[in-house]
């Protein structure tokens, strides 16, 4: 069965570190771009950023909210993704989504997700 | 970055009734849009990708359309499974945007 499982999620305080994992399973993780997206309570979905594989370069893109704080990595032995958060604020509390990204004819979009793991920043 | 607005922001139908939701992108995106619904408490489920192509598994009243930048949900005939948020999403730029959802809810 494809999956995906985020850890890591807790109460932090403001201006502190977290990092999130994603653990995939039941496909060739490295085969795939991998995005995070968050849900503040509440509100919409809102794009955090992905990692491209390492066939792209395994390069990174963000949201302009987070550039400079977060940073995407993926290890493909152990099939995971992660998200390191720094410098959280207030505004970053939300629920937080992996994904797998997939491509047909170079239209992307987001085919599995996780079930979320929930960050709350508040001191 | 691209803007996505859909309209309307809430819509209250019936079960059977033929359902439309838009989504219109600031700038021309191509076919590269993407629909999901979200049920509260749960993941979003991707349900059309490439503006028109419906997702394994997801069922044929379900569709997409259009191009550069309106494009269409619909939903042919409403089923109680079928009440949730729908979101569209831009893959045409790395910035990648959604809008800001369409609540469906029973009438």
């Known amino acids: 069965e494809v999956q995906l499982v985020e850890s890591g999620g807790g109460l932090v305080q403001p201006g502190r570190s977290l990092r999130l994992s994603c653990t995939a399973s039941?496909?060739?993780?490295?085969?795939?771009?991998m995005s995070w997206v968050r849900q503040a309570p509440g509100k919409g979905l809102e794009w955090v950023g992905f990692i491209r594989s390492k066939a792209y370069g395994g390069t990174t893109e963000y949201a302009a909210s987070v550039k400079g704080r977060f940073t995407i990595s993926r290890d493909d032995s152990k099939s995971i993704a992660y998200l390191q958060m720094n410098s959280l604020k207030t505004e970053d509390t939300a629920v937080y989504y992996c994904?797998?990204?997939?491509?047909?004819?170079?239209?992307?979009?987001?085919?599995?997700w996780g079930k979320g793991t929930t960050v709350t920043v508040s001191s | 970055d691209i803007q996505m607005t859909q309209s309307p922001s809430s819509l209250s139908a019936s079960v059977g009734d033929r359902v439309t939701i838009t989504c219109r992108a600031s700038q021309s995106i191509s076919s590269y849009l993407n629909w999901y619904q979200q049920k509260p408490g749960k993941a979003p489920k991707l349900l059309i990708y490439a503006a028109s192509s419906l997702q394994s598994g997801v069922p044929s009243r379900f569709s997409g359309s259009g191009s550069g930048t309106d494009f269409t949900l619909t939903i042919s005939s409403l089923q109680p499974e079928d009440f949730a948020t729908y979101y569209c999403q831009q893959s045409y730029s790395t910035q990648i945007t959604f809008g800001q959802g369409t609540r469906l809810e029973i009438k």
């Open positions: 994904t797998r990204d997939s491509s047909s004819n170079y239209y992307y979009y987001m085919d599995v």
């Open positions: 039941g496909f060739t993780f490295g085969d795939y771009a």
